[in-house]
């Protein structure tokens, strides 16, 4: 069931390192994403697979973390993602990608979900260092990257109370907690 796929979609940042993810595999997953919407149909998006241990530990090095655990920096050897997935736009089709790239990354995401394994968006990249390292052609930025492994975590959704608060939190059971707001914040009832 789809409202199955989506409850257990979430962002995952713990990972059985030593579990691989094939090229193949990642490839399916990029491969159900022609599927999307894209403004104008332009599908400006290309990406970038890294599955090695080299350009693993490369690419990690440009990435951060959960900003709201203060006290964590990220997984730790052993916990790390076993594939990141480069989210480009390439400039020469279009300069602007609109939401392409959020549409794009659920699906990779809820592919990855489907056969057994988990990621995250990360946005927070030191792009120029990526860049760098990919040896990107100047005509491709990048978007953003996904990780990509086997979650190694519990991440438990919460009901946002009446509190505006909403920042992920840690229990001392290593417990992600994930508070979402409720069906009825989200529809405007206008009169
Ligand atoms: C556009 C976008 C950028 C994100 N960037 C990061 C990031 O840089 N680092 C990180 O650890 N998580 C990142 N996340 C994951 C969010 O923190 C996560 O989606 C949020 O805490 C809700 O958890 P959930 O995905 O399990 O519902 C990002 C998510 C989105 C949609």
């Not at 990249?125 to 990048?142: E, F």
């Not at 992920?168 to 405007?188: A, F, G, M, N, S």
Request: aromatic share 8%; net charge negative; charged share 25%.
């Amino acid at each position: 069931m789809l409202i199955d796929l989506l409850q257990q979609n979430r962002s995952f940042r713990r990972f059985v390192q030593s579990e691989k993810i094939s090229r193949e595999t990642l490839s399916k997953w990029i491969d159900n994403s022609r599927y999307c919407a894209s403004a104008r149909n332009a599908q400006p998006l290309k990406y970038v697979i890294a599955c090695s241990p080299e350009k693993n530990e490369a690419v990690f090095d440009t990435l951060s973390w959960a900003g709201y655990l203060k006290n964590w920096q990220g997984p730790e050897e052993g916990e790390r993602p076993a594939a990141y997935i480069v989210m480009l736009n390439d400039e020469t089709i279009a300069s602007n990608f609109h939401c392409d790239h959020g549409i794009a990354a659920q699906t990779i995401l809820l592919s990855a979900c489907e056969d057994g394994f988990g990621g995250c968006i990360v946005a927070a990249v030191d792009r120029k260092a990526l860049r760098q390292i990919l040896n990107l052609p100047v005509h491709l930025d990048i978007i953003q990257v996904i990780a990509l492994g086997k979650p190694n975590e519990t991440v438990v959704l919460e009901e946002i109370p009446q509190t505006p608060e909403f920042k992920y939190w840690r229990t001392d059971d290593q417990v992600h907690h994930v508070p979402k707001r409720p069906l009825t914040d989200l529809i405007v009832d206008i009169v």
